[in-house]
C-alpha cells in the first residue's frame, strides 16, 4: 500500500510564493509518472502537472510558466514550486500517481491566495 502526505500549504498574498511537498511511502515510488492535483470550490478536480520517472514534465496552461514540478526519488519526494500566485490558484492541492490510484488519495493541502 501507499501513503502519500501533502504539506506546504497556506495562506499567500497574490504574486507571492510557496512549494508544496508530498512524502509517500513504497519501494517502487521510483517507477510512478507523478501529479499535483487541485480541487477549487465547486470545480471538478484537475491534473495541474505531472513528472515522469525520467524526469520530463507538464503542466496545464494555466500554471505554466508560474509552476515547476521536481522529484527526489532517493527521499520518495515530489515537489510543486508555485511562484506568482493568483486567486484563481486557491484550491486544496492534492499528489498521486499519474493516471491516480483511487486509494491513495490523501487530505491534501489547502493553498489561499488573498489579499
Known amino acids: 500500500q501507499v501513503q502519500l502526505v501533502e504539506s506546504g500549504g497556506g495562506l499567500v498574498q497574490p504574486g507571492g510564493s510557496l512549494r508544496l511537498s508530498c512524502a509517500a511511502s513504497g519501494s517502487i515510488f521510483s517507477i510512478y509518472t507523478m501529479g499535483w492535483y487541485r480541487q477549487a470550490p465547486g470545480k471538478q478536480r484537475e491534473l495541474v502537472a505531472r513528472i515522469t520517472s525520467g524526469g520530463s514534465t507538464n503542466y496545464t496552461d494555466s500554471v505554466k510558466g508560474r509552476f515547476t514540478i521536481s522529484r527526489d526519488n532517493a527521499k520518495k519526494a515530489v515537489y510543486l514550486q508555485m511562484n506568482s500566485l493568483k486567486p484563481e490558484d486557491t484550491a486544496v492541492y492534492y499528489c498521486?500517481?499519474?493516471?491516480?490510484?483511487?486509494?491513495?488519495w490523501g487530505q491534501g493541502t489547502q493553498v489561499t491566495v488573498s489579499s
Open positions: 498521486n500517481r499519474h493516471p491516480p490510484r483511487v486509494t491513495s
